[in-house]
């Protein structure tokens, strides 16, 4: 309990900066169109390529993000007893979920409409995957998640005992079951009318297990990063003292 109200405190702390997915979804996504014109109800609209149009806004705000992310992981004592090599398994298998925030700092209005709007004229709708963060939002602001909440829910995905390589599978999954025994706490606690929050919740972290790494890192850190290997960044990153 004692790690997951630190984790908590940490997140509190990041929360105060803008938010990545404001930043994202502010962005316009611009699909690629495809050599030839696609037949007409054809279901490849998944494999179209998405580009930003402001990419230097974003991609500034992800990695800005990202590393105040990777501050929070390093402030966490639970974390910081793991072996290094434990450490990097946890951070390459769910960097692009952790660091996704759900509280918008500005303009909630706009977002809003940016997440609900109608596509207009020849636009195609988003790709599936960009469709999979932009439901994840949505639930996310449908429930109204808390800092809190939210911060137990990035535990449970951090501490994922199943991930292949890992030794210390016992404490991590320790770990995961004491960050969702925190967060069932803290919703009977400030939640004690809605006995069904907690299952709402769960699926809340489902959704967002759903979230493709690939996708993140294409979009949002591929123009900056280039041709480096994200997973040798992220080491290196939490290898530096941030």
Request: include cysteine; charged fraction near 25%; proline fraction near 6%.
């Given at each position: 309990?004692?790690?997951?109200?630190?984790?908590?405190r940490?997140?509190?702390e990041?929360?105060?900066?803008?938010?990545?997915?404001?930043?994202?979804?502010?962005?316009?996504?611009?699909?690629?169109?495809?050599?030839?014109?696609?037949?007409?109800?054809?279901?490849?609209?998944?494999?179209r390529?998405?580009?930003?149009?402001s990419?230097?806004?974003?991609?500034?705000?992800a990695?800005a993000?990202?590393?105040?992310t990777?501050?929070?992981?390093?402030n966490?004592?639970?974390?910081?007893e793991l072996?290094?090599?434990e450490?990097?398994?946890?951070?390459?298998s769910?960097w692009?979920?952790?660091?996704?925030e759900?509280?918008?700092s500005?303009e909630?209005?706009m977002l809003?409409?940016?997440?609900?709007?109608?596509?207009?004229g020849e636009?195609?709708?988003?790709p599936?995957?960009i469709q999979?963060?932009k439901?994840?939002?949505?639930?996310c602001?449908?429930?109204d998640?808390?800092?809190?909440?939210?911060?137990?829910?990035?535990?449970t995905?951090?501490?994922?005992?199943?991930?292949p390589?890992?030794?210390?599978?016992q404490?991590?999954?320790?770990?995961?079951?004491?960050?969702?025994?925190?967060?069932n706490?803290?919703?009977?606690?400030?939640?004690r009318?809605d006995e069904?929050?907690?299952a709402k919740l769960?699926?809340?972290l489902?959704?967002?297990?759903?979230?493709?790494?690939?996708?993140?890192?294409?979009?949002?850190?591929r123009?900056?990063i280039?041709?480096v290997n994200?997973?040798?960044?992220?080491?290196?990153?939490?290898?530096?003292k941030?």
């Amino acid at each position: 309990m004692a790690c997951a109200e630190r984790c908590c405190r940490c997140c509190a702390e990041g929360r105060r900066h803008s938010s990545i997915l404001y930043s994202i979804l502010r962005s316009e996504e611009r699909a690629v169109p495809p050599a030839g014109p696609a037949p007409r109800g054809c279901p490849c609209g998944s494999r179209r390529r998405v580009a930003l149009r402001s990419p230097q806004v974003a991609c500034k705000a992800a990695s800005a993000v990202l590393v105040k992310t990777l501050r929070f992981v390093q402030n966490v004592p639970c974390f910081q007893e793991l072996p290094l090599e434990e450490q990097l398994l946890l951070v390459r298998s769910c960097w692009d979920r952790v660091h996704l925030e759900t509280v918008e700092s500005a303009e909630p209005s706009m977002l809003q409409r940016i997440l609900t709007a109608r596509q207009h004229g020849e636009r195609a709708p988003a790709p599936a995957p960009i469709q999979a963060i932009k439901g994840f939002l949505a639930k996310c602001w449908s429930l109204d998640i808390s800092t809190k909440e939210y911060a137990y829910l990035k535990g449970t995905v951090l501490f994922n005992p199943d991930l292949p390589g890992l030794q210390c599978t016992q404490y991590i999954e320790g770990l995961q079951r004491e960050a969702q025994q925190a967060l069932n706490e803290h919703v009977r606690l400030i939640h004690r009318g809605d006995e069904a929050r907690f299952a709402k919740l769960n699926v809340v972290l489902s959704l967002l297990r759903s979230i493709n790494a690939n996708v993140v890192a294409e979009l949002f850190f591929r123009p900056i990063i280039g041709a480096v290997n994200m997973d040798d960044m992220l080491l290196e990153m939490l290898c530096a003292k941030l």
